[in-house]
Nanobody
Framework: QLQFVESGGGLVQPGESLRLSCAAS????????IGWFRQAPGKEREGVSC????????VYAHSVKGRFTISRDNAKNTMYLQMNSLKPEDTAVYYC???????????????????WGQGTQVTVSS
Protein backbone atom coordinates (compact mmCIF):
# COMPACT_ATOMS: atom_id res chain seq x y z
CA GLN A 1 0.00 0.00 0.00
CA LEU A 2 1.38 3.34 -1.06
CA GLN A 3 1.02 5.98 1.58
CA PHE A 4 2.56 9.01 3.20
CA VAL A 5 2.70 9.61 6.92
CA GLU A 6 2.63 13.32 7.64
CA SER A 7 3.72 14.99 10.85
CA GLY A 8 4.76 18.34 12.22
CA GLY A 9 1.62 20.44 12.09
CA GLY A 10 0.30 22.40 15.04
CA LEU A 11 -0.66 25.75 16.52
CA VAL A 12 1.93 28.51 16.49
CA GLN A 13 2.02 32.27 16.87
CA PRO A 14 2.76 34.63 13.98
CA GLY A 15 6.47 34.80 13.26
CA GLU A 16 7.20 31.33 14.57
CA SER A 17 8.36 28.27 12.63
CA LEU A 18 7.25 24.74 11.93
CA ARG A 19 8.74 21.86 9.98
CA LEU A 20 6.43 19.42 8.26
CA SER A 21 7.63 15.92 7.44
CA CYS A 22 6.20 13.34 5.12
CA ALA A 23 7.55 9.79 5.22
CA ALA A 24 6.78 7.54 2.28
CA SER A 25 5.73 3.97 2.95
CA UNK A 26 5.37 1.22 0.39
CA UNK A 27 7.20 3.14 -2.33
CA UNK A 28 10.36 5.16 -2.85
CA UNK A 29 10.59 8.88 -3.46
CA UNK A 30 13.90 8.97 -5.27
CA UNK A 31 12.54 9.05 -8.85
CA UNK A 32 9.52 11.19 -8.15
CA UNK A 33 8.90 14.91 -8.21
CA ILE A 34 7.21 15.83 -4.95
CA GLY A 35 5.23 18.78 -3.71
CA TRP A 36 3.35 20.42 -0.87
CA PHE A 37 -0.16 21.77 -1.22
CA ARG A 38 -2.49 23.45 1.25
CA GLN A 39 -6.18 24.10 1.62
CA ALA A 40 -7.66 26.77 3.84
CA PRO A 41 -11.32 26.69 4.92
CA GLY A 42 -13.58 27.80 2.09
CA LYS A 43 -10.73 27.95 -0.40
CA GLU A 44 -9.43 25.71 -3.15
CA ARG A 45 -6.33 23.60 -2.70
CA GLU A 46 -3.25 25.50 -3.80
CA GLY A 47 0.34 24.58 -4.51
CA VAL A 48 2.92 25.73 -1.99
CA SER A 49 6.18 24.25 -3.20
CA CYS A 50 7.58 21.42 -5.28
CA UNK A 51 10.96 19.89 -6.01
CA UNK A 52 12.21 17.72 -8.86
CA UNK A 53 13.32 14.14 -8.29
CA UNK A 54 16.98 15.20 -8.33
CA UNK A 55 16.42 18.15 -6.05
CA UNK A 56 17.94 20.41 -8.65
CA UNK A 57 14.88 22.58 -9.15
CA UNK A 58 12.47 23.99 -6.59
CA VAL A 59 9.36 26.06 -7.14
CA TYR A 60 7.56 28.19 -4.57
CA ALA A 61 4.27 30.01 -4.51
CA HIS A 62 4.78 33.75 -4.43
CA SER A 63 3.09 33.97 -1.04
CA VAL A 64 5.68 31.72 0.65
CA LYS A 65 8.86 32.49 -1.29
CA GLY A 66 11.68 33.43 1.05
CA ARG A 67 9.90 31.96 4.08
CA PHE A 68 9.37 28.29 3.22
CA THR A 69 11.96 25.73 2.13
CA ILE A 70 11.20 22.36 0.57
CA SER A 71 13.71 19.53 0.83
CA ARG A 72 13.96 15.81 0.38
CA ASP A 73 16.08 13.08 1.89
CA ASN A 74 15.90 10.14 -0.47
CA ALA A 75 17.96 7.98 1.86
CA LYS A 76 15.29 8.42 4.54
CA ASN A 77 12.47 8.34 1.97
CA THR A 78 11.16 11.53 3.51
CA MET A 79 10.29 15.03 2.36
CA TYR A 80 10.13 18.21 4.40
CA LEU A 81 8.69 21.69 4.40
CA GLN A 82 10.44 24.18 6.66
CA MET A 83 8.12 27.09 7.34
CA ASN A 84 9.53 30.24 8.89
CA SER A 85 7.99 33.62 9.69
CA LEU A 86 4.54 32.08 9.66
CA LYS A 87 1.56 34.34 9.11
CA PRO A 88 -2.13 33.87 9.96
CA GLU A 89 -2.84 33.51 6.23
CA ASP A 90 -0.68 30.37 6.21
CA THR A 91 -3.34 28.62 8.28
CA ALA A 92 -4.51 25.57 6.32
CA VAL A 93 -4.37 21.81 6.05
CA TYR A 94 -1.08 20.95 4.38
CA TYR A 95 -0.71 17.93 2.10
CA CYS A 96 2.35 16.26 0.69
CA UNK A 97 2.13 14.60 -2.69
CA UNK A 98 4.24 12.71 -5.20
CA UNK A 99 4.13 12.25 -8.92
CA UNK A 100 4.67 8.87 -10.59
CA UNK A 101 8.27 7.68 -10.85
CA UNK A 102 10.17 8.81 -13.91
CA UNK A 103 8.18 12.00 -14.46
CA UNK A 104 10.18 15.16 -14.92
CA UNK A 105 9.86 18.68 -13.66
CA UNK A 106 7.46 19.95 -11.03
CA UNK A 107 4.56 22.37 -10.92
CA UNK A 108 1.31 22.92 -9.04
CA UNK A 109 -1.00 20.90 -11.24
CA UNK A 110 -2.48 18.72 -8.50
CA UNK A 111 -3.99 16.30 -11.03
CA UNK A 112 -0.52 15.04 -11.92
CA UNK A 113 0.23 13.98 -8.34
CA UNK A 114 -0.92 10.44 -7.75
CA UNK A 115 0.01 9.76 -4.12
CA TRP A 116 -1.16 12.05 -1.31
CA GLY A 117 -0.65 12.37 2.40
CA GLN A 118 -3.58 12.54 4.80
CA GLY A 119 -3.00 16.19 5.59
CA THR A 120 -1.77 17.98 8.70
CA GLN A 121 -3.31 21.09 10.24
CA VAL A 122 -1.22 24.23 10.58
CA THR A 123 -2.79 27.06 12.55
CA VAL A 124 -1.09 30.42 12.95
CA SER A 125 -2.80 32.59 15.52
CA SER A 126 -1.99 34.90 18.38
Amino acid sequence: QLQFVESGGGLVQPGESLRLSCAASGFTLDRRPIGWFRQAPGKEREGVSCITHSGGTTVYAHSVKGRFTISRDNAKNTMYLQMNSLKPEDTAVYYCAARPPGTSGCDFNSRTYTTWGQGTQVTVSS
